[in-house]
């Protein structure tokens, strides 16, 4: 029988990365785009293929349709016809209250995690409709708990680009659920990965905001993996269209 084959954007770092070796334990064929850490990703390759899969390391924006275009060609060429997707490539940008947020970080933000997202779903349907016979194909967006939260005096624009998540989702779901496609989206609370130091700036950012949460502390980029390959899964054959929140109570 044939391998499913995954393509993770941002699957070089955080809880993309988590997502591809997860997914090489269970036996999917892993493609993992990036954008600029071909290091991190180069590491993710070796650990999918120590457990046996296929894996290739793809370079490119997911913010530009002409590298989304390129990413999904190459992932074909290198593992085979896409079975499954996960859509979560996703910055924050500085945080600040909104009248002091600067129009540029609301815009790159804006292109990468709405325009670059829905861009890339709308490759991710069309490689998955042109496999037909494949058994169980589905997609995951990358949302955040954000999006209900309104993130208020740090990041009102990711939380509004979030919420976009949440809607593509559902209208994917709908779209493409009489074709045999599953799409769902996971919602992650805060997670400790590097898109607090490095995109919004505040390396104490998970130590400020973990005693505010139910659960006292930020996730592992593990628990949220296991819920996005339950979403990917059969197990997962009647969950459609659903937003499942990852978020510790929060
Ligand atoms: P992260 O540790 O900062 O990793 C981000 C990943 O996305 C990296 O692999 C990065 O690749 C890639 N990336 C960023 N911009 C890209 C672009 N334009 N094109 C291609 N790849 C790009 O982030 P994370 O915390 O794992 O976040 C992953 C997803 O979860 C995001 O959608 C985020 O919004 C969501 N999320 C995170 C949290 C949290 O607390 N961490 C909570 C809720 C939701 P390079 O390193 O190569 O640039």
Known sequence: MSRPVLLVTGGS??????ICGMAAQR????????????????????????????????????????????VFTEAKAALGPLTHVVNNAGITGPGSKLAEADPQTIRTCIDVNVTGAILVAREATRAL?????????????????AAGLGSPDEFVWYAASKGAIDSLTLGMAKELAPAGIRVNAVAPGMTETEIHALSSGEP???????????????AQPEEIAEVVLFALSEAASYVVGSILRVGGGR
């Open 204 to 218: 104490g950012r998970v130590a400020r905001i973990a005693p505010t949460i139910p659960i006292k502390r930020a």
């Open 27 to 70: 036996g999917y064929d892993v493609a993992v785009n990036y954008q600029s850490a071909a290091e991190a990703a180069a590491k993710v390759v070796a650990a999918c293929e120590a457990e046996g899969a296929k894996a290739v390391a793809l370079q490119g924006d997911m913010a530009r349709q002409e590298d989304i275009a390129r």
């Open 129 to 145: 409709l042109a496999n037909p016979d494949a058994k169980g194909r589905a997609i995951v967006n990358i949302s955040s708990i």
């Open 13 to 18: 770092r955080g809880i993309g990365a988590a």
